[in-house]
């Protein structure tokens, strides 16, 4: 595919920019950190404690701990929920390693399930058929920062007596059916990665949840089974979101809102520009699940060479997924076949992530589109 080059060399459009963030909140982000520092609280502490608390309140949830990051938080749940060799936890193949990496950590086994075409996010309809004597848990994905659909994930698990976890490491904000992530299910897992809508500066992870055995054993377990300094009630691990990650979080997380809302304008405009190309599939929204767009996620044909002209113009798209899980080397020994879940397959092949980030500008989201178009109109149509 041939681009004409606009002859200077244009500013690059990054998929996210951290930088961007932090110039908006630099001041309170220091402040915050000179608190931690003066205090020594690295580990525990008050910043801390705040967090934790502030952070459930914000899920609307009774309890929330802080861990040491995403795939931890969701091992942690698992790991509470009492679950093992021998259990079979059924997850979706679109989505990061992580998701599925938690239920091996834990022992027990990973089972996939295909997705919703519409929405990329695990198919309810599809679940009862991965279900055995074995199935114990389901971990549904809020990819790209829109809910799965929990009404019809949490029928058919109540049906089957299994336990609901959240993933909901790109989501945080986001609202089903009016209520927040975090509080839809058995419990839910929270990543801090810098690049998520609230990352800190560095790993960071926080299990949430309305039971209050579950966080029990998770602020126990995350902290070497610790009831006293000295006192282990069991044998735990160490993975624990530290003071100054907990102090920053609390500075990000009175923006998030504004930020979710930022992202979701920056969605309108791409979405008014590229509403009538036959080459984009733009995102579905489902109007008791909006998204806050942790990443605004086309599809097209011939996403390789789109991917590669839109760099070629300094724009830094994105892929998320290229690889279902059920096809990356790390799941061979599951002997799971091309063909088995075509709908995770058939996005892998086609999605395309375009830079968002609440502070891109109209301008920027302008010359996105004008590229994209220009690139794809070599490309053959997507169905609808
Ligand atoms: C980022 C992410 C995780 C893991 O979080 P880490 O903090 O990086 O360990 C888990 N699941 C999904 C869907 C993610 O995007």
Sequence with gaps: MKVTLSGKHPQVIPLVDLRASHASIAADIEAAIKRVIDTSAFIGGAEHQAFQEEFARYCQSPYAVGVGNGTEALWLILRGLGLGPGDEVITTP????????AISLCGARVVFCDIEPQTFAL???????????????VVPVHLYGQPADMDGILAVARKHGLKVVEDAAQAHGARYRGKRVGSLADAAAFSFYPGKNLGAYGDGGAVVTADEELATFVRKFCDHGRVAKYEHEFEGTNSRLDGLQAAILRVKLRHLDRWNAQRRQAA?????????????????EMTDRPSI???????VENR?????ALKQEAIQAGVHYPIPLHLQPAYRHLGLKQGMFPYAEGAAQRVLSLPLYPEITEGQVDRVCKVLKKVVAAAPSIAA
């Design 304 to 308: 390789d060479q789109i991917l590669q």
């Design 123 to 137: 198919d309810a309809g599809q679940l009862s058929v991965h279900i055995t004597d074995r199935t114990r848990a």
């Design 268 to 284: 309108g405009w791409y979405r008014d520009r590229l509403k009538d190309c036959p080459a984009v599939r733009l995102p579905k």
């Design 94 to 101: 679109l989505t990061f390693i992580a998701t599925a990496e």
């Design 293 to 299: 767009y942790h990443l605004f996620v086309i599809m």
